[in-house]
């Protein structure tokens, strides 16, 4: 990549249960302009048609943690993409 | 301490770990998998987990529930293939009387179900199968401000709008 460091940020994006089968895949890298929030991180995910599916506002962590749509991130964070919760 | 496990699950163990002779009550939530949903017989499910996440969530509930009453919790979840009548989930709460121990059960089932990164597969009877979508409306519900551009400074996400 030509771009330099400071103007991007690299994350890794893990895909769960329905979602990861919708997608056909259960992680990938993906690298967005900066700032980045966990909502770029979807923008950027439901643009590609594998992901399309994905819900606007789905449940999403980061880094093992529940976080907002408004959370930042940075290079390095693992975002998690949440389908609806089934435990218990 | 490990929250999840393939294993079958006992009561028993969870018991003793948060008994003592200061607790006099023990109260105690059994999860089973049961052979029917929205009409349809079911066969057997799989849990499937955010193994890591699921193990910090877990943590965090039973500290919270220690932290809210004089108890102690102990929690273990099940995956993996399940047949009916085997047991999910496991909560045991131990207290000096039984209101605490209650409430505390009662808070950590509540906590998982909203908060723990874990998903269900049910096979019918039909041969068919499909991912448990919760029955109140998911978590797209009500974000809207979240999401707005000149939402609030982000502050911890509240434990009552990741909805189930």
């Not at chain 2, 349809?40 to 877990?58: F, I, K, N, P």
């Not at chain 2, 929690?75 to 000096?96: C, D, F, M, S």
């Amino acid at each position: 990549m030509t771009v330099s460091a400071a103007s991007t940020v690299t994350v890794r994006v893990l895909l769960f249960a329905s979602y990861a089968e919708a997608a056909g895949q259960t992680s990938l890298t993906l690298t967005l302009p900066a700032p980045a929030t966990v909502a770029s991180a979807i923008r950027a995910l439901r643009a590609q048609s594998a992901r399309a599916r994905l819900p606007e506002r789905p449940l999403c962590a980061v880094n093992l943690a529940h976080a907002r749509l408004d959370t930042p991130i940075s290079t390095g964070d693992e975002i998690a993409i949440l389908p609806p919760l089934a435990g218990g | 301490m490990a929250f999840l496990t393939e294993q079958p699950l006992d009561l028993t163990p969870l018991v003793a770990r948060v008994m003592s002779p200061e607790r006099g009550g023990v109260a105690c939530f059994l999860g089973v998998v049961r052979d029917h949903h929205d009409g349809r017989s079911v066969t057997r499910l799989e849990y499937s987990a955010y193994d890591a996440m699921a193990e910090a969530e877990c943590e965090r509930v039973v500290a919270e529930a220690e932290a809210k009453w004089d108890v102690r919790v102990a929690l273990e979840h099940r995956t993996g293939r399940l047949e009916i009548g085997e047991v999910a989930v496991v909560i045991a709460a131990a207290a000096p009387h039984r209101d605490a121990a209650f409430m505390a059960c009662r808070f950590v089932i509540e906590q998982v179900k909203r908060r723990v990164p874990i998903w269900k597969r049910e096979y019918f009877l039909d041969g068919t199968s499909a991912w448990v979508a919760p029955r109140t409306a998911p978590q797209a519900v009500d974000r809207s401000a979240e999401a707005a551009p000149d939402a609030p400074t982000p502050e911890p996400a509240s434990h009552t709008d990741w909805g189930v």
